[in-house]
């Protein structure tokens, strides 16, 4: 019976890092897609299109693995500051668009 249990509970693990390699994959070939779309003209909404059509899924916790949900890069749980989600974000808020 433990070993039963200890089998699933592996199999879930290991499965949920297949996940998390597949997201990181994901991840970086959405970034590619919307740098392709802005060298060829597609510069307004670019970032807020391929968000809306090409959603990624959170990433899935890990038994043993340091989680670092809600964490930047410092190691620092986020504050309340306003987030800019992408760089278009800063264009329309601050940058030349005003």
């Known amino acids: ?3 039963d249990q200890y089998l699933q509970n592996n199999n879930c693990n290991e499965s949920a890092r297949r996940h998390n390699d597949y997201r990181r994959q994901a991840l970086t070939a959405r970034w590619e897609l919307m740098v392709h779309r802005q060298a060829v003209g597609f510069i307004i909404n670019n970032q807020k299109f391929v968000n809306k059509h090409f959603p990624i899924g959170d990433a899935i916790p890990v038994d043993g693995e340091p ?6 890069d410092k190691g620092n749980s986020e ?3 306003e987030i800019l989600r992408d760089q278009l974000d800063w264009w ?3 940058g030349r668009w005003r």
Do not use: A, F, I, T
């Open 1 to 3: 019976r433990e070993r």
């Open 67 to 72: 989680s670092s949900q809600n964490k930047n």
């Open 79 to 81: 504050s309340k500051k």
């Open 92 to 94: 329309e808020r601050v």
